[in-house]
């Protein structure tokens, strides 16, 4: 029975570390909330930003977006409505124009397109 107890929490233990780390994939800009597109426009217009963190380098230490040399990521913070603080939603802009969406703190990222 010991064996069945120890199977049954690897099993769990594999699964919650394969939900903490999902691949990009691709959501339509038009998909994204009214906050995430704003915050794209804000981007892609230069500013200004409400965040003083906003084009903060991304070290991508999750290791979800495609290696990159340090200072290509930029990171810019999305609204949360009721948030207290600046939330978990994000855009990530690389330097080659490329975006990508979180709603979930650098845990999962969609690459968005346009």
């Known amino acids: 029975m010991r ?27 038009t998909d994204l909330p009214r906050e995430a597109r704003a915050t794209l426009a804000l981007i892609k ?33 999305v609204k949360t ?6 939330g978990a939603r994000r855009i990530v802009a690389g330097r080659e124009g490329e975006f990508y969406y979180t709603d979930d703190h650098y845990r999962s990222f969609r690459r968005i397109i346009e």
């Open 3 to 29: 064996w069945l107890a120890g199977a049954v929490a690897a099993i769990f233990c594999a699964t919650a570390l394969a939900e903490a780390f999902v691949f990009p994939a691709d959501a339509k800009a």
């Open 45 to 77: 217009a230069g500013g200004p930003f409400p965040y003083t963190k906003d084009g903060a380098v991304f070290g991508n230490r999750e290791g979800l977006l495609p290696k990159r040399g340090r200072g290509y990521y930029r990171e810019y913070t």
């Open 81 to 86: 409505p009721g948030a207290k603080d600046r």
